[in-house]
């Protein structure tokens, strides 16, 4: 059902950004299921989808699209506070927002033990993937907020700092509740780098009214290999492929939000926007990014986990674990000049995606590997 919902919703979204700005930043709705076997990465995936569902919803439902100003279409943008809109956009949003966190409280969270408020230090967990995914996470929705207020007609810097509390808002929530869940806590990192999300849409918003910088996502890996990990105790033999799927699901929605050791983080910047020359023959799309991932994760801390009673170790000197940083060219879709509002909607819906391209890779076992297209 939520899924139903989460692509719904995706599609009134996609409509009202072919009457924006081309400029702006986007979003993508991404999809995500509920694994079998609940661990960190598979939270981190359920809770994204809920809160990207709630900030889409918040101040873009369909609801408020309906006007009583008929000289405003109901796509274009409102140039004065319309309050008609905003106020339907606010009571829908708060709506969504308590329902979403009943949810996951009484549905996802009450399947494990409660506790009392604690915290958890989980800097280094899964070698800080998730920390910038919380970064990438917190910067889209700010600037989810932040549209949807515009297209309100509420003032510019109003609708900036209106981003940035709900963004936060919307991460901490979930954080709360974590904090009282026995199998995690309230992470600060977590905080820090929602914090820092926000941050860098805010930053840019109100420096150059425009996002220069964007946050972007790939995600790709190869098959995971059939090798075969033997219990430290007694217990079956098990694939490395096997526990791969246990973690990070089977098919490519799955794990294109939860596979850790596929995904790549970016930092996507547009080089004509920052140049004093606007007449130069670089094309206005053309962005350099710099990007960051990691490899053979199987666990969170160390590639060792428990089946039951069951304790596996993998061999490190087979599968190291390591950190990798890009260099690469990417395309902001958002600055190709087209006069089709069907052609915006799409540039902007798929401008969060990086764009395959050659890449230099570094990384912390020492290589350096130059990919002739890297995803």
Known sequence: MRLIILLGF????????GAQQSRSADVLGLMSYRPATPDKASLTAFRRQQTSTSSILLLQSPSSYFSNDTKLRFLEPSDTLHKGRFWTSAAMGATIYTGVMIGLNEIWYAEFERSSFHFFNDLGEW??????????????????????????????????????ALGSLFQASVETLDGFSAKWGFSVPDIAFNTLGVSVFAAQQLTWGEQRIHLKVSSYHDPYPEYLVNPVNDGPVVSLRDRAKSLYGASYPEQFL??????????????HSFMKN?????????????????????????????????????????????????????????RIKT???????????????????PALEINTLGKVRLHGIYF
């Open 258 to 271: 939860k596979d850790y050791n596929a995904q790549t983080i970016w930092a996507s910047a547009n080089i």
């Open 339 to 357: 006069k089709s509002p069907f052609l915006k909607t799409l540039f902007n819906l798929f401008n969060v995606i990086k764009i395959p391209a």
């Open 278 to 334: 606007k007449s130069t023959r670089i094309p206005r799309w053309l962005n350099v990014a710099v990007g960051y991932g990691a490899e053979n994760m199987f666990g969170g801390f160390e590639n060792s986990w428990e089946d039951g009673d069951t304790r596996y170790v993998l061999d490190t000197d087979a599968f190291p674990r390591y950190r990798q940083f890009y260099l690469s060219l990417d395309i902001d879709l958002t």
């Open 10 to 17: 995706i599609s009134f979204y996609s409509l009202s950004l």
């Open 127 to 164: 070698e800080d993937m998730d920390k910038v995914g919380h970064l990438f996470t917190a910067y889209m929705e700010a600037n989810w907020v932040y549209k949807g207020a515009r297209w309100t007609g509420l003032e510019e810097r109003k609708s900036i700092w209106l981003g940035v």
